[in-house]
Each structure stands twice: as structure tokens, then as C-alpha cells.
């Protein structure tokens, strides 16, 4: 039969099958003008509207399959419809989606036999255990709607509540457990067992986790997989947002920083108000992205709107705060955010951003105080990237600390894994550190040949800020001469010694027998006759101009 002479129906099946999403939606939902739809069709029309992104006809279809369903007396069918209708709801946040869950479990009840959608049910429940930090009753949870499924054989069902007991699991610190789980969940979804909607949540869920506790490889093999799943469904909407912003993720971080910018700019431009959540996390990437590159103003905008999307400016606002000069405001900002984070992983992302700000602020015991808890969230979690990411912050304490040699071993090792995993950012940026640390030792040579490393790869990235502060300490260093005694008064030679031996204002108050306000203008002078901004930059200047 010639294609143009199908009816609505017909051409929808036909690009239903073809994963051709917009063709199924605007055929069934032709059709249904014409007729109502059957209950399959009406199924059909709901995902296909899903997978297209039209939420409000995606729930419409719902409502109206769950109707079906109940006075064709369907109720395991009904039950489905009434948990995918409170499960969408609940991520909207909206205050319907409680009915909707307790009307699917109120539904199952009533079925006098073993069914799948016992199972179903259960996951709302692993969600309010995630939300409320109980990770053990999470992980309970999800194993029992886990084996419903298997023992019902609805791949789906697994899936879901694998992935979330292998998140309850990472959220245990029992990183190899859940990475195993996720990994068996992975199999079913790049060997096509699961249905459209179910890979794209699947997806999303397991590359979060991942990134979660820095499980790198997996993140981005995961995403190139989700990339090429997108790809091959040109109509598909829900998840390409997600997918972007995972993407530009990963590309920041192996220093493909104009194609990053690239993909945050399609979700920006994309989607608002339909999915705040994904636009906020895109709005926050690119900030970080423009911050990197130096763009501080646009940085700012870019980390104010994800605010307002619900997103979480930090660590980013912080330190581009700091990177404006404004210390005290980093520094309010950075307290305020780890003192209302209690979650152990949520905390390490944000321990390197206090660690760095601290130094700046010459608050020395804070962030030892910090490195601490970060190389005790490295050694209980066992992974190699909080681990690296433990080293950098104690060999920049170590470097405060004026323990030049102490500094250089977790340096190294800390550039070592970021090298490995392809992050040449971070890499370079530790290789800065580990120039001073050479400097402190008396090794010019080995300083700039670290320095010079560095200055590469800000160069190609476009990280015009660091390039600069590199070029500085290069030019002091070969061209500038210990600053003349009338230059910096004797007390301020003084308290400039002491600020690069890693001291605050208020221990130097003590040691000098003075107020910490006259501490505070010392340094304030100081700062402006050397024409530095941060704590750091003085403490450089003092070891490259041999003044310590």
C-alpha cells in the first residue's frame, strides 16, 4: 500500500516503530481529532509525546489512558498510567503528584495477584529515602522493586531500581558496589532492552552518578553512548538537553572549551522555562566556562540566571568572586554553602573551591581544617580522583605552610592523575604550584620549566587569566630586582615575610604585638606597592624577588 494513503493511525505506528517521535505524535494526535484511540494507540501517543518534549500533551494522554484503562477494568494497566502521571509530577515538583502515586498504589492493592506494578510503586519511596539521606532504607528499597521485576520479567523495573540501589550504594561510600550495579544496568541499555523513555532516564541517572564521585572513564564513555543514542533519533527532544549539558562537561574538562561553550549555548538557547532544571545546569556550565576564559562579567550573568533556575551557583560564584578581588565575599559565600551541606560527596565537590579561597584569605587553619576532611572523603570513598584532588589542596597548604619540599610530592601525584585522565587544565594549573614549590627551593630553572609548561596549555585554552598571572611571575622573575628598602617599609618587609610563610592577620597581630587592623593596613599597603591582589600573589612575589 502506498504510504500517503495510510490512514493517521497507520503512518503513526509505522514511525512509532521507526523511533520517528514528532511523526508518531502528530499522526495519533491527528487521529484522535477524528476518533478517540484505543488504548495501545493511546499509549503510543503518550510516549511518543514524552520523547518529543510536549509535557502537557505527554500528561493529557495519560490522564486519558489511565481512564481508559480503569473502565475497560484494567487495573494493573491503570495502575501503570496513574505512577508514570505522579512520577512526571514529582519531578516538577508539583503538590498533584502524591494523589496521582497514592491512586497506582491504591490500584495494586486491589490486584489479587502477583504484579509488576508492585514494584513500580515502591520507587517513589526509594526516592524519599534519597531525599531525606537514608541510604541504607533507599538502597532496602529498591532491592525489593528490583527483584519484583526480575521475578515478573520487566526489564524496565530493573533497570530503575538497580540504578537507584546503585545510588544509595555510592551514597554509602561503597563506591565499588554501586559502580558494579550501574555497570550491569548499563548492559541493558546499550544492548537496546529497554523501552525509549526508560534508556533516557537510565542514562541520565547513571552518567550523574558517575560524575558524582569522579568516576571519569565511565562519565564519559556513558555519555559518548548517550550522544550517539540522541543522534540516532534526529525527532527526539527529552534528554538531548541533559546530554548537551553532560557533554560540555566533559569537554571542559579534557580542555575542549569552545565546543563546551558550543553545546551550552544550544541548551540555553533551547529550553527555559519547559525544563528549569536542565537550563539552570547549562547556565552554571557555561558560567564556569566563561570564568576559565576570563570573561568575569559574563561569568557573573551566566551563574545569576542559574540561580534563578533553581540551580546552586556554587563553587563557581565563589571563586569568581575571588577572582575579582573580592576575597571577603568569596569567603562568606564559600562558608555559607559548605555549613548547609551535610552530604559527604556534595561536599568534596565544593572542599577544593574553600581550600583555594581560604589561602587567599589567609585564613591558614581553615583550610587545613578543609584539606582534612577532604583527604578523609578521598580515603573512606577510595576513588582516584578525590585522591588527586585531596593532594593538590595539601600541597597548596604545604606551600602556605612555607614547607616548600612537603608540597611537591602530592603535587606530583595529583598532576599525575590529572594528566592521565586527560584534564590539562587542572594539570597546569598544579604544575604552577609546583613551580613555587621550586622556587621556594632555590630552583629558578626547575620553576620555569614548570611555568613554561603551564603558560602552553592556558595558552591554547584560552584561560586568559592564569595566562597572565604566569606571565607575571615570569617577567618579575627575570627581569625584577628585590625591592629597594624604601619601597616597602621594614614593618612591612616584615609582615610581608610573614604573610608568605602562610600566616593570617590575627596570628601576625600576635607575633608583632599589634592590633590586627594595623595588620590589615599593612598588607592592604603592601599589596598596593607591589601591585598584587591576593594573599598568593604577594606570597609569589616575596619568593620570586628573594625577599624570604
Not at 530493573?158 to 550501574?182: D, I, T
Not at 576564559?293 to 546552586?312: I, M, N, T, V
Not at 629597594?484 to 596570628?507: D, F, Q
Request: charged letters at 25%.
Amino acid at each position: 500500500m502506498n504510504p500517503t494513503t495510510n490512514s493517521p493511525r497507520d503512518r503513526g505506528r509505522a514511525s512509532f516503530d521507526r523511533h520517528d517521535w514528532g511523526e508518531a505524535f502528530d499522526a495519533f494526535a491527528s487521529a484522535e481529532r477524528d476518533a478517540p484511540l484505543d488504548r495501545d494507540d493511546l499509549e503510543r501517543l503518550v510516549w511518543s509525546a514524552a520523547l518529543r518534549g510536549h509535557d502537557e500533551a505527554f500528561l493529557g494522554a495519560l490522564e486519558r489512558l489511565h481512564k481508559a484503562c480503569v473502565e475497560a477494568q484494567e487495573g494493573r494497566r491503570a495502575a501503570r498510567a496513574a505512577f508514570w502521571i505522579g512520577f512526571h509530577l514529582s519531578s516538577l515538583g508539583s503538590a498533584s503528584a502524591a494523589g496521582w502515586l497514592a491512586r497506582a498504589s491504591r490500584l495494586v492493592e486491589n490486584e489479587q495477584e502477583p504484579c509488576v506494578e508492585r514494584g513500580y510503586v515502591l520507587l517513589p519511596a526509594v526516592y524519599r529515602h534519597l531525599g531525606a539521606a537514608d541510604d541504607v532504607a533507599a538502597q532496602a528499597v529498591a532491592s525489593e522493586a528490583a527483584r519484583i521485576g526480575e521475578r515478573c520479567g520487566d526489564r524496565d523495573l530493573v533497570a530503575l531500581a538497580r540504578n537507584l540501589e546503585g545510588r544509595a550504594l555510592l551514597r554509602q561510600a561503597r563506591v565499588e558496589a554501586g559502580l558494579a550495579l550501574l555497570d550491569e544496568v548499563m548492559v541493558a541499555v546499550t544492548s537496546g532492552e529497554l523501552s525509549p523513555l526508560v534508556t533516557g532516564i537510565v542514562y541520565c541517572n547513571v552518567i550523574a552518578c558517575c560524575q558524582q564521585v569522579y568516576a571519569l572513564d565511565r562519565a564519559r564513555e556513558w555519555t559518548a553512548a548517550l550522544a550517539r543514542w540522541c543522534n540516532e533519533q534526529p525527532q527526539l527532544v527529552t534528554f538531548t538537553g541533559i546530554c548537551l549539558v553532560h557533554r560540555a562537561e566533559i569537554m571542559q574538562l579534557g580542555g575542549a572549551w569552545p565546543e563546551a561553550i558550543e553545546a551550552v549555548r544550544q541548551v540555553c538557547d533551547r529550553c527555559t522555562d519547559a525544563d528549569p532544571e536542565v537550563f539552570g545546569d547549562a547556565c552554571y556550565q557555561r558560567g564556569e566556562l566563561l570564568r576559565l576564559r576570563g570573561e568575569l562579567d559574563e561569568a557573573d550573568q551566566a551563574y545569576r540566571l542559574a540561580s534563578e533556575h533553581g540551580r546552586e551557583p556554587q563553587p563557581g560564584l565563589a571563586l569568581l568572586r575571588l577572582a575579582q578581588g573580592q576575597t571577603e565575599s568569596a569567603a562568606t559565600a564559600i562558608r555559607r554553602v559548605l555549613a548547609t551541606t551535610s552530604v559527604k560527596w556534595q561536599r568534596a565537590r565544593l572542599l577544593p573551591a574553600f581550600v583555594e579561597i581560604m589561602l587567599s584569605a589567609g585564613e591558614l587553619d581553615d583550610a587545613r581544617a578543609a584539606c582534612r576532611e577532604l583527604e578523609d572523603i578521598a580515603r573512606e570513598f577510595g576513588t582516584e580522583i578525590i585522591g588527586a584532588m585531596a593532594a593538590h589542596a595539601r600541597g597548596a597548604v604545604s606551600i602556605a605552610e612555607g614547607d616548600h619540599h612537603g608540597a611537591i610530592e602530592p603535587l606530583r601525584h595529583a598532576f599525575g592523575v590529572w594528566h592521565r585522565v586527560g584534564a590539562p587544565y587542572l594539570a597546569a594549573r598544579i604544575r604552577v604550584l609546583i613551580g613555587r614549590s621550586f622556587l621556594g627551593l632555590g630552583d629558578g630553572e626547575g620553576a620555569k620549566l614548570e611555568r613554561d609548561a603551564a603558560r602552553k596549555v592556558f595558552a591554547a585554552l584560552g584561560a586568559a587569566r592564569d595566562l597572565a598571572v604566569v606571565d607575571a611571575a615570569d617577567g618579575s622573575a627575570s627581569t625584577a630586582k628585590p625591592v629597594p628598602a624604601h619601597e616597602l617599609s621594614k614593618r612591612e618587609l616584615e609582615v610581608l615575610r610573614l604573610v608568605a610563610s602562610g600566616k593570617t592577620n590575627k596570628a601576625i597581630a600576635r607575633e608583632l604585638f599589634v592590633s590586627e587592623r594595623t595588620v590589615d593596613r599593612h598588607v592592604s599597603n603592601i599589596f598596593t606597592k607591589i601591585g598584587v591582589g591576593t594573599r598568593a600573589a604577594a606570597t609569589a612575589f616575596a619568593y620570586e624577588n628573594g625577599l624570604v
